[in-house]
Nanobody
Framework: VQLQAFGGGLVQAGGSLRLSCAAS????????VGWFRQAPGKEREFVSY?????????YYAPSVKGRFTISRDNARNTVSLQMNSLKPEDTAVYYC???????????????????WGQGTLVTVSS
């Protein structure tokens, strides 16, 4: 699976951005997809995941719950992350990742993901 994340940019605090992750190379609907982020000088952290299939099963890190929404469009092989009410502490490089196992439930553990996109930078100014 090849993943490409895009949609990052510079936004003021309180603003919104929509990230997208485009996949190619294999059946996408049968794998879980996660978003992670890494701020300067910090470790990569979990943001959100969406399970395989129709995408009704999702999970969010407490720091973004209620502000971010993950969704998937299997027909277009994409997963999106709508980010609202952005805060300066959301500033990071955001990565999408796909599980290496079909029909395996998603996890917040980055080691559960075999395929990673190149990352897209989100900068939130105060």
């Amino acid at each position: 699976v090849q993943l490409q994340a895009f949609g990052g940019g510079l936004v003021q605090a309180g603003g919104s951005l929509r990230l997208s992750c485009a996949a190619s190379g294999r059946t996408f609907s049968s794998v879980a997809v996660g978003w992670f982020r890494q701020a300067p000088g910090k470790e990569r952290e979990f943001v959100s995941y969406i399970n395989w299939g129709g995408g009704s099963s999702t999970y969010y890190a407490p720091s973004v719950k209620g502000r971010f929404t993950i969704s998937r469009d299997n027909a277009r092989n994409t997963v999106s992350l709508q980010m609202n009410s952005l805060k300066p502490e959301d500033t990071a490089v955001y990565y999408c990742a796909a599980s290496g196992f079909e029909y395996r439930l998603a996890s917040p553990n980055p080691r559960e993901y075999a395929y990673w996109g190149q990352g897209t930078l989100v900068t939130v100014s105060s």
